[in-house]
């Protein structure tokens, strides 16, 4: 066998235990889970930052040239969770890498007790900043989101307000006396009725005029019904 025969065949052996055992590099995994939640975390409400975790360098995957990141079913970059990576080949695999969104950002707290069915005015409103990501959801993040709105339950000074026990205040209230104002092209006309369920602004109501008739429109502050034709 010529010399440069065997070099070559001796070069092919001495690479065949290396090919078997090519592992996929952690880093280009940890670059499409980056690339991934910096898409992600562009609409969270405030300043978001993360850390990925780490990829075991003595992994058992095979080097993969198409890999894609998802969530997932169920989760959302915030807090401490995980992301997917798979590899979009034929036999491809999948693994989890775990990850952490911190989101700096302010949010609202009760200036002093409410008690239930209280209106909350600005005055009652105190801004904290923090990591929403370690706060329950539904937090109040702006003060528009909570002026306006009645507390469903007694709070004490100091509690982070949610979105759950707040509850838009009623425009119309049950059996309240209203004005029905009907509205079509060319013409309006306004009636007297009776609010048959209780409706917060922009709500559906319905309602029986004085003559029987029930219909149904949008309830408007000051107990004022509008129904369009």
Same mark, same amino acid.
């Given at each position: 066998?010529p010399v440069?025969? *065997?070099?070559?065949?001796?070069?092919?052996?001495?690479?065949? /235990?290396?090919?078997s055992?090519?592992?996929?590099?952690?880093?280009?995994? %940890?670059?499409?889970?980056?690339?991934?939640?910096?898409?992600?975390? *562009?609409g969270l409400?405030?300043?978001?930052?993360?850390?990925?975790g780490s990829?075991? /360098?003595?992994n058992?995957l095979?080097p993969? /040239? +198409?890999?894609?990141?998802?969530?997932?079913?169920? +989760?959302?970059?915030?807090?401490?969770?995980? #992301?997917?990576v798979?590899? !979009?080949?034929?036999?491809?695999?999948?693994?989890?890498?775990?990850?952490?969104? *911190?989101v700096?950002?302010?949010?609202?707290?009760?200036?002093r007790?409410?008690?239930?069915?209280?209106?909350?005015?600005?005055a009652d409103?105190? *801004?904290?900043?923090?990591?929403l990501?370690?706060?329950?959801?539904?937090?109040?993040t702006?003060?528009?989101?909570a002026?306006g709105?009645?507390?469903t339950?007694?709070? !004490?000074?100091?509690q982070?307000l949610?979105s759950?026990?707040?509850?838009? !205040?009623? +425009? #119309? !209230?049950?059996?309240?006396?209203?004005k029905v104002?009907?509205k079509? %092209?060319?013409?309006?006309?306004?009636?007297?009725?009776? +609010?048959?369920?209780?409706?917060?602004d922009g709500?559906v109501?319905?309602?029986r005029?004085a003559?029987?008739?029930?219909?149904?429109g949008?309830?408007?502050?000051?107990?004022?019904?509008?129904v369009?034709?």
């Amino acid at each position: 066998m010529p010399v440069i025969l *065997k070099r070559f065949l001796f070069l092919f052996l001495l690479a065949l /235990p290396l090919a078997s055992f090519a592992r996929q590099e952690p880093a280009e995994v %940890k670059r499409v889970v980056e690339d991934f939640l910096r898409v992600q975390t *562009k609409g969270l409400p405030g300043q978001a930052s993360f850390s990925v975790g780490s990829v075991d /360098p003595n992994n058992n995957l095979a080097p993969c /040239p +198409a890999l894609e990141a998802f969530l997932p079913a169920g +989760a959302r970059p915030w807090g401490r969770t995980n #992301v997917g990576v798979r590899c !979009q080949v034929e036999g491809g695999w999948s693994i989890y890498v775990p990850v952490q969104v *911190k989101v700096s950002g302010e949010y609202f707290v009760t200036a002093r007790p409410l008690a239930r069915g209280q209106i909350i005015a600005a005055a009652d409103l105190a *801004k904290r900043t923090g990591d929403l990501a370690e706060l329950p959801a539904g937090i109040v993040t702006e003060a528009a989101q909570a002026v306006g709105q009645t507390v469903t339950i007694s709070v !004490q000074s100091g509690q982070v307000l949610r979105s759950d026990i707040l509850r838009a !205040q009623l +425009a #119309v !209230q049950q059996n309240q006396s209203v004005k029905v104002v009907s509205k079509g %092209k060319g013409f309006q006309v306004a009636t007297e009725g009776r +609010a048959l369920n209780n409706a917060s602004d922009g709500q559906v109501v319905q309602v029986r005029t004085a003559s029987g008739q029930t219909v149904s429109g949008i309830a408007r502050p000051g107990g004022i019904v509008e129904v369009t034709y």
